[in-house]
């Protein structure tokens, strides 16, 4: 390529670039109050949804505006679940009393409620159980493997979505510790 | 949108599937390309995934580093194997350190190695917006337009795929400049990573627009922002590169002859000293003919340093002006009047027609890489960064060499 020919291209892709900079802000403007939309996504508000627990009340996500939540989707076939939700316990133990809470949804149908049942009053989780029986929940929440782990701020806002073992009580704990720390 | 994959205690997202699919197809193509240009790709290969693995335990112990307090009352949690509680940045920082300093103390050389790097660079960024589709990250804007997807509750510009096709024109424009990863496609080394980061900010300044959630400040998007100066930096360094006269270019000659060599090497000298400033100059050396065999007489062999700041093709015409001089018949190897092979030229890797350099003869035969030791001992191979003295030990011609007499250095 001739020397001349390259500063032509050269200045007319950054005079193009710039254009394109400086239009952005114009043209595609970020659009605010996205958090009105629920999707099981960090920014997003979180979708809401009332269950059953097996003492037959119904608990709602919106009855715990103001407060951190943790809803956990899982089943008693998930070793992935069950060597985490002992970790979660420990924290519960913690902040439930600053008002953190969990929300574990079993989901129930694509388990056994009576082993799932019995494995969560044989752990002693202290965390409310719910029964995800038409698994329209785990579908709001877009549920394709399980243990997945959503955090909720206070504002009802998905914080953070974890697929798998990696909320642990550690990562849990260093969450929660930020959130209660800008809340006061 | 895509499934998850468990492996062990890992349930490994697709999307940090297709990250490693990507690098590890990228430095396989990096491999294949550093073995056609000479550049050292073991090396390469090994920093790189040095650089990853300690990157993963950087951003790790990052993470701990900003959580004191659970760290310290749980430090046995600093090994839970699992894709969370890493920082990023302090993980990309350890890993590029560590991969500079094993790169710089093998004495890898910067330019050919990051034209080297071009193929994983193009396949990382591929994968990176294939895995965030895979995620829903970095979605797109709400639109109306017929290829919108529908995502997070709404149709959404597909603004990873955008980058996706786009990363894919790259990569073919790639293969098409390094005709298939035979060469750089350009004369000076760098100008393949220049270019392509050049397209990479292009495309990036342009799917950026897309974004939804983008890190404003002032109404500006800042990885726009800073693809915009890169954008710029890139193409004011491919312009100095590239277009810049370079003043002393240091040129490394081999001559040798078997037709009347005592006399066709003064002569050659006397010749190439008259149009170029002679730098340095061997002792000569005479050795069997080590492509013709026995049956052709031996051969004497000298290395020249010279200066110029002509081109490369100018610089081939010039000598081959002075080969015909002495009327070499081309073709006929079995007596050579004179024969004058372009060794190095500056710090650049790259072919020209059929003409590789640096040359791969200096790692294969003893007549070149002995008389180099002699008046370069500083000399470390342009592509692949090895010094003359590993080049000489590791040189599989076990041919005799002898000093054929003495000559004063520079003359």
């Known amino acids: ?184 | 949108m895509f499934p998850i994959i468990e492996i062990g205690p890992l349930a490994v997202q697709a999307a940090g599937l297709i990250l490693i699919l990507s690098i590890w197809v990228g430095l396989w193509i990096t491999g294949k390309f550093a073995k056609s240009l000479g550049t050292n790709g073991d090396v390469l290969e090994n920093s790189i995934l040095l650089g990853l693995l300690v990157g993963v335990i950087g951003a790790r112990i990052g993470f701990f580093l900003q959580n004191p307090e659970t760290f310290l009352a749980r430090p046995l949690s600093i090994f839970t194997l699992s894709p969370t509680m890493l920082n990023t940045s302090f993980g990309l920082l350890t890993g590029v350190l560590t991969a500079l300093i094993t790169a710089q103390r093998n004495h890898l050389p910067l330019w050919p190695t990051l034209d080297t790097l071009t193929p994983l660079i193009i396949f990382l960024f591929g994968g990176l917006h294939l895995a965030n589709l895979a995620n829903g990250d970095q979605f797109g804007l709400p639109t109306q337009l017929p290829w919108g997807i529908l995502l997070w509750g709404t149709n959404r510009h597909p603004v990873q795929i955008y980058g996706l096709l786009l990363g894919i024109g790259l990569l073919i424009w790639f293969f098409f400049k390094t005709s298939q990863l035979k060469q750089t496609g350009y004369f000076q080394s760098g100008l393949l990573f220049l270019s392509t980061i050049a397209g990479i900010s292009l495309i990036t300044i342009f799917t950026r627009a897309f974004i939804e959630q983008k890190i404003l400040i002032a109404m500006i998007d800042i990885p726009q922002l800073l693809s915009l100066f890169i954008l710029l930096g890139c193409l004011f360094g491919f312009y100095k590169r590239r277009y810049q006269p370079q003043k002393h270019i240091s040129v490394f000659i081999s001559m040798g002859s078997n037709l009347n060599p005592q006399e066709n090497l003064v002569l050659a000298l006397e010749q190439i000293s008259a149009m170029f400033k002679v730098r340095r100059l061997s002792s000569i050396y005479l050795t069997k003919d080590v492509k013709a065999g026995e049956k052709s007489a031996d051969f004497l062999n000298q290395i020249i340093e010279i200066e110029t700041a002509n081109t490369f093709p100018k610089l081939i015409k010039q000598l081959k002006t002075i080969e015909q001089n002495f009327k070499r018949l081309p073709g006929n190897k079995r007596k050579v009047s004179l024969d004058l092979d372009i060794l190095t030229y500056d710090g650049h890797v790259f072919k020209y027609h059929s003409i590789s350099i640096p040359d791969p003869d200096i790692e294969r035969y003893r007549y070149i890489a002995e008389p180099l030791s002699e008046i370069a001992p500083d000399f470390r191979h342009p592509a692949s960064g090895r010094s003359i003295q590993e080049i000489s030990e590791k040189c599989p011609d076990k041919s005799e060499i002898k000093l054929s007499e003495e000559v004063e250095n520079g003359s």
């Open chain 1, 1 to 184: 390529m001739k020397k001349k020919t390259f500063i032509i291209i050269a200045i007319s892709v950054l005079l193009v670039s710039l254009t394109w900079f400086v239009l952005t802000p114009l043209l595609f403007p970020s659009t605010s109050g996205e958090s009105t939309i629920a999707a099981p996504y960090p920014g997003f508000s979180a979708p809401n949804f009332s269950l059953n627990t097996p003492g037959g009340q119904v608990l709602s996500l919106s009855d715990y505006e103001g407060q951190p939540v943790l809803v956990i989707f899982w089943a008693s076939w998930c070793s992935v679940c069950k060597r985490t939700m002992p970790g979660l316990q420990t924290v519960y133990e913690d902040y439930a009393s600053r008002g953190f809470e969990i929300l574990a949804i079993n989901t129930t149908y694509q388990d056994s409620y009576l082993t799932a049942i019995n494995y969560f009053e044989e752990q002693n989780y202290t965390f409310p159980f719910l029964i995800d029986e038409d698994g329209l929940t785990a579908s709001d929440y877009k549920t394709h493997a399980l243990p997945t782990s959503v955090l909720i701020g206070p504002d009802g806002d998905v914080l953070d979505v974890v697929i798998g073992s990696g909320m642990s009580d550690a990562l849990l704990r260093s969450k929660l510790d930020q959130l209660l720390v800008d809340e006061n």
